[in-house]
C-alpha cells in the first residue's frame, strides 16, 4: 500500500544536514539510492536534487517504520520524519556532504514504488548503451552528472538574461510558423489547414525578424530560443538547437565584441573562472594561415609555418617543384613526438591523404643524434636544421610538412595540429580560450550552383572599403562578419549587416538573383529598410554547445534534455511517428510511400 | 548621399537631457518625428525608443548641418552632435520630459533615409486599418504605444524568471519537434524527412515532458515557452502561443497557490500596483452558482441570486411551473438599471434567446413608485419587493430573471451580468482582481463521443476522497484542479497530477481508452510512472494574455511581435506560403489540391 503525500513537507533538503542540526526532527523527501540491512538495523541512502542522506532504521527504535523499509527497493521514493543523530567517528564519511550525520527515522512514508530501472542511477555508467539511456531518459536525466549539467544550462541562461538586461537589451518574442525561404539549409515545413497547399517553415534562425526589431527602433534585441534546421545530422548537431539571438543598431563589431565578452566574463564566474578581455582577435586569412582552421583551438600553440622560401630550390623535388608551381611548403612542428613510431606517422599520412586529399606527408625528426627522416637526405642535415629553428623546433620534436595549394596544405596542416594535440596531450584542462574571427570574405563561389554565395548570409555588410567591389569582383569583397571561438569550437557568429535598401539590392545581384526573385523571397525586408532602417549588427550564440563546453561534455546530447538520435528520432516517445489519416486529409496533403532516399 | 554611422556614439538617449545637461556636447541617435521651418531656424524631433528631444537647426551658427537638415524627412535616421540649451520660458513644453531643453545642432549625419511610411509612426491611429499595420508590422512596432507593450512583456518574463529561480526553479528546456498524441486540440504535424510518411508534432503543452522532469527529480521546474493549437481561430486566440510552465514535486494545490500569488505580486509591482494575497479560492460548482462563469468577473459584484424557493407555487405560471419541473428562477439584479428603456431590455432579451437558448427574460424594475414591470401583476408588489430585497436590490434597479435548467440560467444569467457590468459602467479601471477556481470536475461526457472525455487533461488527479468513484461514477469525481482567473480571463490552469501508474490506467480505462491504446500513445509516461515518480502537480499561464491585461490591451496582437490574423495568416511574410515541389518530394509528402473545407 503506498502513503498519500498529504501535508507531509520537507524541512531540509537531501544535502543539506550537518552537525549543527543534530537533535533536531526534520522531514526529507526523496528517492532511495541504497538500501542496505546490518544486523538488525537497515540503512537506506535517500537522494533528492540537492544531495544524499544516511537514514537509519531501528526495530527497536521504531518498529513499523522499520517493518516498512524492508519493503523499500532502490528508487523507491519516500518521505520521513526523523531525528538528526551525529555518525560515530568510525563511520562519518568524508566524501559526502552530510556525511558527519544521519538521520533516526521515526515515521516513513513510501510515496511511489519502483520497478527495476533498466540501468544504474548513478554516474559512471560507460558501459550502458547511449541507446537504452535515451529510451529510458527520465531516468537518466534522475544520475547526479546530467542534474549538475542542466542546473548549469539553468544559470547560464539566466545570468545571460540578466546582463544583457542590464545593458538595455528587450527579451522580444519571433514566430516559430514562418515562411520558407530556403537558402543554405533545408527548412522543415508545417502543412497549414486553412491554407490548403500552402506551408509554414520552422525557423533556421530569426534573422530576419531580428533585422525587423532594429527598423522598429527596439535598438537592442535578444532572445534566447529555438531554432530548427533539417541537415544530415552529425554526431554534434541536433535537427533543433537554442541559440543566444542578439541584434544592436548603431553598432560596429567593435561595440558587439565589448558586449560579448562581457557576457562571456559573467558566464564563466558561474564556474569560478576568470575570463581575461578583450579577447585576441584574428582576421579570417590569418587564422588559416597560421592555424589551418577558421575556428582555432589557442588553448596551445604548435601554429603553421610557411618554409616556402627556405625550400624553394631545393634538392627535394617534391618541394621546390611545388614552390616554383604556385603551391606551397608549410609545417607544422609537434614537440616532443620525436618519440613516434613510424607506424604512427604512416597511420596519420594515411589518414590525410583519405580526408583532405593531400599527396604526401613529409617529416623530420630532430633526435638526440640530430636529424632523421626519409626526405633528410635531399634536403642536408644544415637545412634540416634551419627548418627545426624557422618553425621553432628543436631536439625531441617531429616536423611534418606538406607540400601543396595554400588551401590543401593549411586544411590538412590544420587537421593534424588539433590531432597532435590530443595524441601529446598538450590540451590543457580547464582552460577557456576565446577568439574573435574577423574579416570573413562576403561570398565565395559555389561551382555546383554556378554562382556566388554567401558565406554567412546574404544581409552581411561589406567592408566599407570593398564596397566598390561588390557589383565586379565579389570574390575579393570582405564582410563585417565575426565569429566567436571558444577552445576550437565556433560557439556563434554575427556580422553587421547592410540597413541600406540599396545595398541590399546589390548584394542580392550579385548572388545572382533577380529582382523579382528577391521580392517574392525578401520583399518584405527589402520593404522595411526603405522605412528608415538604422545601422545595425548583431550575433547569435550556440547556447547548447556553450552549456557542453562548459560542462566538460563531448555531446551535445548531455545538455539537451531530450535529444534526438542522429537519424533525427526520439527514442524515447518514438517520434517521429506515422499520424492518422483524417489528420492527413484534414491538412490536404498526403504521403508518397517512396522508399528512404538514399543520401 | 548618406553617412557612414563611423564612430559616432551616443552619449545620451533621446528622452534622457534635462535642463542640469545644458551646455554639455551631446550626441544622440534616433529617427525624425518631425520637421518644421520656422523663420530662418529648422526644427526636428529626433525620437528613440526613450523619448523625443527637439533639436534646433540655425544657419547662422552651422550652415552645412541646416542645409542637409532640410532635405530630412519623417523617419530619416539621425545622428546629431549638438550642444545643449535651456529653451526660453515660454518655449518649455511640460508634457515632454526633455522640455525643458533642445540641442544645438553641429553635427548632423544622415545615416538612413525613409519613404513616406503608410501611416504615421505614432499613437492614437485608431482610423488606420489593422490589416494595414499588420502588413507594415516594423513601422507598427515603431509607435511608442507598442514599444510599451514590448518593453512591458520583457520585464514580466524576466521577473517571472528571477522569481522562479529565487524559488530553487530550473529552466529547462523541452523539445518541439515531438510525438503526436491528438486529443483536444489539432495539432501542427511536421514531416520527417528521414522517416519519410512519418511526422513529428509541435507540441500544444510541455505537459508530458514537464511530468518526466519530476520523474527525473529535478523537483521544481518552468519554461517561457512556445505552444501550438491548430484550432479555428477565434479573436482571441493565436496559432503559436508562449506559456509559462510549471511543475513541482511533492506539493498540494496550496503549495502551487502560495507559489503563483507570491509571482503575481511581483509582476504587478511593474505596474506599481499592490496585490494583495492570498487570493479568493472559489470551488467551480460555486462559481457557477454565484456567477454562472468558471472564470468570474470578480471586480464587480452583481451576483447570481437563487430564488426558486422564493417563486414556489407563485401566481406567475412559467416560474412555479419551472421550479416545479426540477428547474430554477435565478436572478440578476442590475444597479441603478431601472432608467433603461424597453428597447435596450428587449435588445438583451434577443441576445440571450438566441446565443444561450433560454425561452424569455423576465424583469422588474424598482422605481419611485415602486416596481413595475410585465410580471408585476403575476407576483404582486408584496413578492416583487421581498425578491428585490432576497437579491440585494432596492429602488432605482433593474432585476432579471431566467427561469430554466440551472446551467441554461447561469450561462445565460453569467453573461448578462458581465454585459450589464460594461453597459453600466460598473468595471473599475486599472484593478486587478484574482481568483482561483478550484475542485473542476475531472471529466464530462462528451455526447458526440459518447465517451467521458477529460475536462482538463488525462493526467489530471481526483480529489483523494472521490479516488474510489473514478471506475463506476467517473462523473461524479471531482480533480485536483484549478484555474487562475484574472478580471474575468482564465490566465492559468493546472492541478495535481497522477502520479501512480495503477490510477493513471484507471484513468485511461475512465476515458475508454484500451490498454493498448494508452501504451501506444501514452506508453513512456506509463513506463515513467513505474520507476519512482514523486507525488507532483502544476500549472500553465497564458504569458501573452498577462501582458494583454497588464498593458491594458483588448487584443493579444498588440502584445506579440509578429501576431498573425485570425485565418492564421502572417500579413507581413505571406506566409503560409506554396514551398517548391522539390522541397515536398525531398519530404516525401504531396499536396491534395482539395477546396478549402468548411467547417
Not at 141 to 162: D, E, M, S
Not at 495 to 515: C, E, K, N, T
Request: proline share 5%; net charge negative.
Amino acid at each position: 500500500m503506498l502513503d498519500h503525500l498529504g501535508d507531509l513537507k520537507r524541512t531540509h533538503h537531501c544535502g543539506e544536514l550537518r552537525s549543527e542540526q543534530v537533535g533536531e526532527k526534520v522531514t526529507l523527501l526523496g528517492w532511495v539510492a541504497k538500501r542496505r540491512d546490518l544486523g538488525s538495523l537497515t540503512f537506506i541512502d535517500i537522494r533528492d536534487r540537492w544531495g544524499l542522506t544516511q537514514l537509519v532504521l531501528d526495530p527497536e527504535y521504531q518498529a513499523e517504520s522499520h517493518a516498512k523499509a524492508k519493503s523499500v527497493r532502490t528508487e523507491y521514493v519516500l518521505g520521513v520524519i526523523g531525528e538528526v543523530r551525529a555518525r560515530d567517528a568510525k563511520t562519518v564519511n568524508n566524501k559526502l556532504a552530510t556525511g558527519e550525520v544521519e538521520v533516526f527515522v521515526q515515521e516513513l512514508f513510501i510515496l511511489n514504488n519502483a520497478q527495476t530501472t533498466p540501468f544504474p542511477v548513478k554516474d559512471d555508467i560507460d558501459d550502458v548503451g547511449e541507446e537504452l539511456r535515451l529510451k529510458h531518459r527520465y531516468l537518466d536525466l534522475r544520475r547526479p552528472a546530467l542534474q549538475k549539467n542542466f542546473i548549469l544550462r539553468h544559470q547560464i541562461g539566466l545570468t545571460v538574461r540578466n546582463y544583457l538586461n542590464a545593458k538595455d537589451f528587450l527579451e522580444l518574442e519571433t514566430p516559430m510558423l514562418t515562411k520558407s525561404t530556403p537558402e543554405g539549409a533545408r527548412d522543415y515545413l508545417v502543412p497549414s489547414r486553412v491554407h490548403k497547399g500552402s506551408f509554414y517553415a520552422l525557423p533556421q534562425s530569426p534573422q530576419i525578424f531580428k533585422q525587423l526589431f532594429m527598423v522598429s527602433g527596439f535598438e537592442r534585441y535578444f532572445q534566447i530560443t529555438r531554432c530548427f534546421r533539417d541537415e544530415d545530422l552529425r554526431a554534434d548537431r541536433q535537427p533543433e538547437f537554442t541559440q543566444i539571438d542578439m541584434e544592436m543598431s548603431f553598432v560596429q563589431p567593435d561595440d558587439v565584441f565589448n558586449l560579448l565578452e562581457g557576457m562571456m566574463v559573467e558566464v564563466l564566474k558561474l564556474l569560478n573562472h576568470d575570463v581575461q578581455t578583450p579577447f585576441p582577435r584574428l582576421p579570417y586569412a590569418d587564422a588559416m594561415d597560421r592555424f589551418g582552421s577558421d575556428k582555432p583551438d589557442t588553448r596551445y600553440a604548435m601554429e603553421l609555418k610557411d618554409l616556402s622560401e627556405a625550400v624553394a630550390g631545393c634538392n627535394f623535388g617534391v618541394f621546390a617543384d611545388c614552390v616554383a608551381n604556385n603551391g606551397v611548403v608549410k609545417a607544422v612542428c609537434a614537440p616532443g613526438a620525436a618519440s613516434k613510431s613510424r607506424k604512427e606517422i604512416d597511420s596519420l599520412e594515411s589518414w590525410l591523404k583519405q580526408d583532405y586529399g593531400i599527396r604526401g606527408l613529409a617529416w623530420l625528426k630532430y633526435g638526440e643524434n640530430g636529424v632523421t627522416g626519409p626526405i633528410k637526405k635531399f634536403l642536408g642535415e644544415e637545412l634540416c636544421v634551419k627548418l627545426f629553428e624557422q618553425a621553432g623546433g628543436g631536439q625531441g620534436d617531429i616536423m611534418f610538412f606538406v607540400a601543396d595549394t595554400r588551401e590543401k596544405a593549411n586544411q590538412a596542416l590544420g587537421a593534424l595540429r588539433c590531432r597532435l594535440a590530443e595524441m601529446l596531450d598538450l590540451i590543457p584542462e580547464n582552460t577557456f580560450e576565446f577568439l574573435w574571427v574577423t574579416d570573413f570574405p562576403l561570398v565565395e563561389f559555389d561551382d555546383q550552383a554556378s554562382r556566388y554565395v554567401a558565406l554567412h548570409h546574404p544581409f552581411t555588410s561589406p567592408n566599407d572599403e570593398d564596397m566598390n567591389l561588390l557589383k565586379d569582383e565579389p570574390g575579393k569583397v570582405r564582410a563585417k562578419a565575426y565569429d566567436l571561438v571558444l577552445n576550437g569550437f565556433e560557439i556563434g557568429g554575427g556580422s553587421i549587416r547592410i540597413h541600406r535598401r540599396d545595398v541590399q539590392d546589390a548584394m542580392f545581384a550579385a548572388l545572382g538573383l533577380s529582382p523579382e526573385e528577391a521580392e517574392e523571397k525578401f520583399g518584405f525586408l527589402l520593404n522595411a529598410l526603405s522605412y528608415g532602417a538604422p545601422p545595425h549588427g548583431g550575433i547569435a550564440l550556440g547556447f547548447d554547445r556553450i552549456c557542453m563546453l562548459m560542462s566538460g561534455e563531448k555531446s551535445l546530447r548531455e545538455v539537451i534534455a531530450f535529444p534526438k538520435t542522429t537519424s533525427a528520432y526520439c527514442l524515447m516517445t518514438e517520434s517521429p511517428s506515422r499520424v492518422a489519416v483524417d489528420q492527413l486529409v484534414d491538412l490536404g496533403v498526403t504521403v508518397l510511400h517512396a522508399p528512404k532516399k538514399e543520401s
